[in-house]
């Protein structure tokens, strides 16, 4: 693999979402690279996909070899290499973004409402502390009532 490698087009053909894979289906002239300042595009000789586990977001065939053709010369790159090229990771970060759910939180409704109500309550009592403090009797009455009401 050359040392001079960067992604020059990376856009899937197709995205497809199948079960716990998202599958990135590439095609020919969606895909190239420029390699020693020349540019390969990719030709679907050998692998065509890159399939991501949805669990795990890892990449699950990274030995899939991709074939990149300029003229006559054929260049195999497998994909553990090009994981390697940091565009190569931003853009398929980019295409992923819309298929990678991330987790939903996992406190529920009614603990969020209790923890509201928890620092409502924390926030009159310095409330009452400040109008103690500054000998404010009518504040003082005004966020007692409050407290004793909720």
């Known amino acids: 693999m050359s040392n001079l490698l960067s992604i020059k087009v990376f856009k899937p053909y197709y995205v497809k979402e ?12 969606y895909f190239s690279l420029l390699m020693d300042e020349k ?3 990719f030709v679907p000789l050998e692998s ?3 399939r991501i586990n949805r ?6 065939n990274k030995d899939a070899v991709f074939v990149f053709q300029k ?4 260049n195999r790159i497998a994909l553990v ?12 970060s980019q295409i992923l973004n819309p298929y990678i759910t991330l987790p939903k939180p996992t406190v529920k409704p009614d ?13 009159l009592i310095r409330l009452i502390d400040k109008a103690l403090d500054e000998k ?8 007692t009532n409050i407290l004793l009401d909720m």
């Open 71 to 74: 003229g006559k010369k054929y």
């Open 136 to 143: 404010d009797e009518m504040n003082f009455n005004y966020y």
């Open 18 to 29: 199948e079960g716990k894979y998202i599958r990135v289906v590439l095609a020919y002239q």
């Open 81 to 92: 290499d090009l994981m390697k090229v940091k565009d190569f990771q931003e853009h398929l």
């Open 39 to 41: 540019v390969y595009h």
């Open 48 to 50: 065509r996909e890159i």
């Open 55 to 60: 669990d795990t977001k890892e990449i699950e």
């Open 111 to 123: 603990e969020i409402d209790f923890i509201i109500m928890e620092l409502e309550r924390n926030n």
